[in-house]
């Protein structure tokens, strides 16, 4: 039984701001990135039963994170570029990849991951100077609607997806 660690699980932001996607992987100055589901629940109290029932009616994801400023991180560059724009509605919007590294095949020499990938907005919560650390910005990036999921191949550290038929 192998252990796995969060190098198994990859995330990347499309920081294109074209048709055509620029996938750049969330690392560089993020040492936690969580994803929370906030599941939606209902919770009835029937007439006839002393306990509760609750359902689980819907989800929306979030993943919070907090990143070190690296000049030329990609990843920092489009976020940042969101909060100097102070950007509102399509200017916060991309898609998040979501690469499972351990759910994986390989046939013909050629490793295949199970993914998913999200529409995402972009929500900037913080901007921190202080006095002898390192220029920081948290962000949560809002999953939208239900994922595609599909599998990703990875050549030279850019994933390409397809869906699923």
């Known amino acids: 039984m192998n252990k ?11 920081t ?4 055509t996607a620029s996938w750049e992987r969330v690392g560089k100055g993020v040492t936690q990135a969580t ?16 306990s509760a029932t609750s359902s689980v009616d819907s989800y929306q994801p979030q993943l919070d994170t907090n990143q070190t400023a690296y ?13 100097k724009a102070r950007g509102i509605g399509s200017q916060c919007e ?3 990849l979501i690469v499972y590294l351990y759910d994986n095949t390989t046939a013909e020499g050629t490793t295949t991951y199970r ?4 529409a ?7 901007y921190t100077l202080e ?35």
Do not use: M, W
């Not at 599941?39 to 029937?46: D, G, P």
């Not at 920081?136 to 850019?158: C, E, F």
């Open 16 to 19: 294109a701001a074209s048709s």
């Open 115 to 118: 993914a998913e990938k999200n």
């Open 94 to 96: 991309t898609d998040l």
């Open 35 to 50: 994803i929370g589901y906030n599941a939606q629940v209902t919770t009835e109290q029937y007439i006839n039963e002393n």
């Open 71 to 83: 000049k030329d991180e990609e990843v920092f560059e489009f976020v940042d570029s969101i909060r």
């Open 131 to 165: 006095g002898g650390q390192p220029l920081s910005i948290s962000y949560n990036i809002h999953l939208n609607g239900d994922p595609t999921a599909g599998n990703v191949t990875i050549t030279s550290g850019s994933p390409t997806f397809t869906p699923d038929a």
């Open 4 to 14: 796995l660690y969060s190098t198994d699980v990859g995330l990347f932001l499309d």
């Open 120 to 126: 995402c907005t972009i929500e900037i919560t913080d």
